[in-house]
């Protein structure tokens, strides 16, 4: 039904509690810790940084630390302030809790649309690479079966005279278009290539 | 330029689809005639579609009116027939005459000629290109008509088969056509027009059977293919109704009945693929002319070589590897494998690649792809306008391999 005590994993003068979804921290100073120079400032500080892992966080000091606690440097922080004695425990100042209880949610959410899209990229990313790696090998393939010429200062005449009358012909033909008996017609290309060196037979 | 036996097509790319056309005739018009003079004409051969204009009585035509690729050949002496051809090759580059000052340079023209042409066909006609051109030729080029029809097919491996009027060629091509290997068949559509004729005899139809231009509508009417000639010939003679033979010559009364002798429409198809059925030796027997072998120029044209026949030994001309390639592909061209095949016979009559199929199949060649070229009118300009447009300008014609630009100075 209460708050149930974990276990303190901060390893100080203190003991944790969890209550549901919220987890408190009661740092306890004894008498002796009143002699400590600084120690107010100190256990301020302490209890500062663990307000970001706990809902609520306590200052539980002896009562006769009253007169010397300015109980408002605990509020500002939202650090709550307890007084004990023999007899009874006392809330001096109540704990505020961060507003870290939307938190985890929200990430949650985000991680999940972040995690979605990293996983997207990454698809997308081994496709790109397959499409390379295909490409470079057809362009090898390509470069292997037809090594260039080795007169490079006279241009091969097949795509410059393939492309120069077939813009010519384009423009002048009605609608712009080839005959249809031009598309994937592969004597094209072995047209285009008459006396580039390639073995000529004798008409006989 | 498709100089065909029938044809003239011509044209440039920019027609598209389809090229101009005109009968391949040219008529030498008597200059004292009422006609000519009216005209005031003052070409001493007319070409193209003014002919009608000019002819006079029938008499006139048979010397007059020259068709000079009849055979697909043209005698080296026949003075008329090559002064045709030049008016026609002036004819067709007249009617695209660019707009002055555009910048034209001359036409890239490329004329097919057929495959068993000799090497002064040639000669000849790159000589009426290059004669008074007045700037239309940059350059002109001649390829023979099975590599053309390759070309417009989109083909680079096959064996055309091309079947016109007079003759028959089977032609090899790899990327080259490989003129080693072609067959010629001295067998034709004429040879089709003749078994008609005796048909019509036999049928009653004497008066009619003289008739040539008759005698073909007859043939392309009725004629048909058998998928075997024996087993339809008794299914006909079976049942006569079923296969019955009826053509109504338009715009007049004559009808033309084969009646119980309509089995006899199957021998005209089979005649024209395989005239070695001896069913065919009683119309040799009475004087109809038997296919027989002939040498002309360098070609010897085989007569009763059955297709299937002709295919194979050209084939097995041709380097081992390549002869699979090569069945694989089998092209047929020409109007003489235009043959129908009517709903109602399709389990008698079959179409051309079916029939060329089974002849090869008779032979043990099993794998085996036959067909139609894709545009059997016009396949052979198809292939000329794209040879002119990829061939490079810088191949340069040469008499060894027949192949190439010959430049014509301007």
Redesign the interface.
């Known amino acids: 039904m209460g708050a149930k005590q974990t276990a303190n994993l901060e390893q100080d003068q203190g003991v944790s509690f969890q209550l549901g979804l919220e987890k408190a921290h009661v740092l306890i100073l004894k008498q002796e810790d009143l002699a400590r120079r600084n120690m107010i400032l100190d256990v301020i500080l302490t209890l500062s940084t663990l307000r970001y892992t706990y809902q609520l966080v306590y200052l539980a000091a002896p009562r006769l630390f009253g007169a010397s606690i300015d109980a408002m440097m605990f509020k500002s922080r939202g650090i709550g302030l307890l007084f004990y004695d023999e007899r009874r425990i006392d809330e001096a100042v109540p704990a505020q809790p961060l507003q870290v209880e939307q938190t985890p949610q929200t990430s949650q959410q985000d991680d999940k649309v972040v995690f979605t899209e990293l996983a997207t990229l990454r698809t997308m990313y081994l496709e790109m690479e397959r499409s390379i790696n295909q490409l470079r090998d057809d362009l090898m393939t390509l470069h292997n079966s037809r090594p260039l010429p080795d007169k490079v200062s006279s241009p091969t005449p097949s795509i410059h005279s393939i492309a120069s009358p077939l813009r010519f012909h384009q423009d002048s033909m009605q609608g712009g278009e080839l005959p249809s008996y031009f598309m994937n017609n592969p004597w094209l290309d072995v047209l285009s290539k008459r006396g580039s060196g390639e073995r000529e037979p004798i008409a006989g | 330029m498709d100089f065909g036996t029938s044809d003239f097509k011509f044209g440039p ?2 027609l ?2 389809q090229p101009r056309i005109v009968n391949n005739r040219g008529y030498f018009p008597d200059k004292n005639s009422v006609m000519y003079r009216a005209f005031q004409a003052t070409s001493e051969i007319i070409v193209g579609d003014e002919i009608p204009l000019y002819l006079q009585s029938a008499e006139d035509l048979s010397s007059r009116l020259i068709y000079p690729m009849r055979n697909g050949m043209i005698d080296r002496n026949d003075v008329q027939a090559w002064r045709v051809v030049q008016s026609l090759a002036a004819y067709g580059l007249d009617a695209f005459k660019p707009q002055p000052n555009n910048g034209f340079h001359g036409y890239y023209v490329v004329a097919s000629l057929s495959s068993i042409s000799p090497r002064y066909m040639y000669e000849r006609l790159m000589s009426a290109f290059q004669q008074n051109n007045h700037g239309m030729v940059r350059a002109v080029t001649v390829i023979p008509q099975p590599f053309a029809v ?3 097919h ?3 491996t096959c064996v055309v088969i091309e079947s016109g009027h007079g003759n028959s060629q089977v032609c090899p091509i790899s ?6 290997a072609q067959v010629a068949l001295n067998r034709g559509g004429g040879d089709a027009n003749a078994i008609t004729s005796e048909i019509l005899k036999d049928a009653g139809y004497g008066d009619l059977a003289n008739e040539e231009a008759l005698v073909r509508r007859v043939k392309e009417s009725i004629g048909l293919v058998p998928q075997d000639l024996d087993r339809t010939l008794e299914e006909a003679k079976r049942s006569p109704r079923k296969v019955r033979a009826v053509y109504k010559v338009p715009g007049t009364r004559i009808e033309i009945d084969l009646e119980n002798d309509s089995w006899s429409r199957f021998l005209i198809g089979e005649y024209v693929f395989n005239p070695n059925h001896e069913i065919f030796e009683s119309y040799f027997s009475r004087g109809m002319p038997k296919p027989r072998d002939v040498k002309m120029g360098e070609t010897v044209f085989r007569g009763m070589l059955d297709f299937g026949e002709a295919i194979a030994a050209s084939v097995e001309r041709c380097p081992v590897e390549l002869q699979p390639l090569l069945y694989r592909e089998v092209l047929l061209s020409g109007g003489n494998f235009s043959w129908t095949v009517p709903t109602k016979l399709q389990d008698l009559a079959v179409d051309a690649p079916t029939k060329v199929k089974s002849l090869l199949r008779n032979r043990g060649i099993k794998n085996v792809s036959v067909k139609m070229t ?2 059997p009118q016009f396949s052979v300009w ?2 000329c ?3 002119g ?8 014609w040469d008499w ?5 630009w010959m430049k014509v100075p301007n």
């Open positions: 790319i920019t598209g689809e390759a070309i417009g989109g083909v680079t990327k080259y056509p490989i003129r080693t894709s545009s198809h292939g306008i794209i040879y447009f990829a061939v490079p300008e810088n191949y340069e060894q391999r027949l192949e190439g």
